[in-house]
């Protein structure tokens, strides 16, 4: 019997942490982990030419052919059962799912946020808004965090963060694409394969890695 893990990747946009991860596959670096499906809530999202390039399976679950989020995530929940996900990234996927999709999939769901949580996070934080808030704060340190989807938005078990250096003269896009050089595009394969690979420990809402 194998013992490969189905992950499934959601998305909404340009698909850079997906290609990540896929590049982190094909260097072998995700463990006992296989990308086998990427579902995207928009049917213009470049991730999903991202994913037809390399012959991954795709699929569209389009937010607003439903009429609210317990729908959307009923239907989300669904396809992942049927696609046999063990795994679920969220990489740059901009809906908040409810506890129809997080408890049926408790502790195998995470998700990379281009902020150092629990600084610039919660329901509002996403993309370059995240950026604008930490240049309008004057932060001189921000970063990734890699963490567990629970229902609750952004607020799950850190599993790995990394901080990047602001600098003066920094722009949301300047700062976002450092960002997701240093830090997001590393992390999240790391933490795929951790998590792939049975590695995380999670105690009293904090994790901790197997060595
Ligand atoms: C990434 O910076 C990701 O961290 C962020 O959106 C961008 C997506 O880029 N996600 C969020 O803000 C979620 N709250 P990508 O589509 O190129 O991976």
Redesign the pocket.
């Known amino acids: 019997m194998s013992n490969t893990k189905n992950i499934v990747v959601l998305?909404?946009?340009?698909?850079?942490?997906?290609q990540a991860l896929i590049d982190a596959q094909s260097r072998g670096e995700l463990g006992c982990g296989k990308i086998s499906c990427v579902i995207s809530s928009k049917a213009d999202a470049y991730?999903l030419t991202r994913a037809k390039n390399n012959g991954i399976k795709t699929r569209t679950l389009i937010r607003k052919d439903y009429a609210d989020i317990a729908s959307y995530s009923r239907a989300m929940r669904d396809a992942l059962i049927e696609e046999k996900a063990d795994v679920v990234v969220?990489?740059?996927?901009?809906t908040i799912l409810d506890e129809n999709v997080c408890d049926a999939f408790v502790n195998k769901m995470i998700?990379?946020?281009?902020a150092l949580i629990p600084s610039f996070c919660g329901k509002g934080?996403?993309?370059l808004h995240?950026h604008e808030e930490a240049l309008k704060k004057g932060v001189k340190v921000s970063g990734?965090t890699v963490h567990f989807v629970t229902a609750e938005c952004?607020a799950g078990p850190i599993i790995l963060q990394k901080a990047v250096e602001v600098f003066d003269g920094d722009t949301p896009e300047t700062l976002?694409k450092r960002i997701?050089e240093q830090a997001?595009w590393k992390i999240l394969p790391m933490a795929v394969r951790l998590l792939c690979d049975d590695k995380i420990v999670i105690k009293d809402g904090k994790t901790y890695i197997k060595s």
Do not use: K
Request: net charge negative.
């Open positions: 998305v909404s946009g340009g698909g850079t942490n997906l991730a969220y990489a740059g996927f901009m998700n990379v946020h281009p934080y996403y993309g995240v990734a952004d976002q997701m997001e």
